[in-house]
């Protein structure tokens, strides 16, 4: 079997699209979507990171800003810093680029954020609701996922899904989203004993490690879906997933390739919480419920 390959790109693109006709009905209420990122230090690769989500708003006509803080910036004046954004009406969506800096706590800047600003998910309320009921705004990466598999009309009810990675961004915000969705799911990790065997019942795996070429296609059940996470840089420069994507790919059904395949939706997703955000200031606003529909 050749695994049709799901192309991130293309379906990035289509919601998108589908945010930007939402920018421009907001437009007549009056209303542009705004996000503002906090960024501390001088961490080259998240500098790059944060000038992608702000040129991916402008490029769906949303307002965004960047806010580079110096590295010697102190846990007050981070905290003080983003309480002056939550306390801005235009500013929907507030999102501080992690990790921060050795010395400043991620988890209490993350708190400072308004739960109705957090359009990354994490604040407390949200991964609670997320665990509960449904946050309005589930982290960015696995709900990237879901409407990937969404877009591809790939059935999860009833599926086994395997996840590989248990950590607060990918893998355990993951397992929430496939249990809501109606799979039966299996989060493993770096202290899973026979990790392949795990894997080898998955219909749905989903790998986020950080290891390159680490799942082996001898480890994929026949006709699985491989969602490949991971994001590691080879000695020579070059990007690789999590997944051994040629011996996968023989496999699997479908697979997502690295790059072009969850990286873009990451961004899509958070273009898409933030203008969530900005909708639900409207008066009627329309409930978080219909958005996994
Ligand atoms: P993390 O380091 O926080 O977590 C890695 C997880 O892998 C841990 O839970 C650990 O238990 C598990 N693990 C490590 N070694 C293992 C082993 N030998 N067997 C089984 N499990 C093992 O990483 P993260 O932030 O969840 O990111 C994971 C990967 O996804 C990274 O490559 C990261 O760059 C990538 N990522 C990509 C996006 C995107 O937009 N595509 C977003 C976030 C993270």
Redesign the pocket.
């Known amino acids: 079997m050749t695994a049709k390959i799901i192309d991130g790109k293309v379906i990035s693109d289509f919601f998108r699209a589908e945010y930007k006709r939402r920018v421009d009905r907001l437009a007549s209420s009056g209303i542009r979507p705004g996000l503002a990122v906090v960024i501390v230090g001088d961490d080259p690769a998240s500098q790059v990171y944060v000038r992608n989500k702000a040129k991916a708003c402008e490029s769906i006509g949303m307002y965004s800003e960047v806010h580079p803080l110096p590295s010697t910036t102190s846990q007050a004046a981070l905290t003080a810093f983003v309480e002056t954004l939550n306390a801005r009406p235009e500013i929907h969506g507030i999102l501080v680029q992690l990790p921060l800096p050795k010395g400043l706590d991620d988890r209490a800047v993350i708190e400072a954020i308004a739960a109705e600003k957090d359009v990354d998910g994490f604040h407390y309320a949200n991964m609670g609701a997320l665990v509960i009921d449904e946050s309005p705004y589930p982290p960015?990466?696995p709900y990237?996922v879901m409407k990937m598999l969404e877009y591809e009309g790939i059935t999860i009810e009833g599926k086994h899904a395997v996840i590989?990675?248990?950590?607060?961004?990918?893998?355990k915000p993951q397992a929430m989203l496939l249990l809501k969705a109606g799979a039966t799911v299996t989060v493993?990790?770096?202290?899973?004993q026979d990790?392949p065997a795990f894997c080898r019942s998955a219909d749905i795996l989903v790998a986020?490690?950080?290891?390159p070429n680490?799942v082996e296609g001898h480890w994929i059940k026949p006709g699985a879906v491989v969602i490949d996470?991971?994001?590691?840089r080879l000695p020579d420069g070059k990007l690789c997933?999590?997944v051994d994507y040629h011996s996968a790919a023989e496999v699997a059904s479908a697979i997502t390739p690295v790059p072009g395949?969850?990286?873009p939706?990451?961004i899509t997703m958070l273009l898409g919480n933030t203008l969530h955000a900005a909708e639900a200031t409207l008066p009627n606003a329309v409930g978080m419920e219909t958005r996994l529909a």
């Open positions: 960015c990466t990237g590989i990675g248990r950590s607060n961004i990918v893998g493993c990790h770096s202290k899973t990790l986020a490690v950080g290891r680490f996470v991971g994001i590691n997933g999590d395949g969850v990286g939706m990451t």
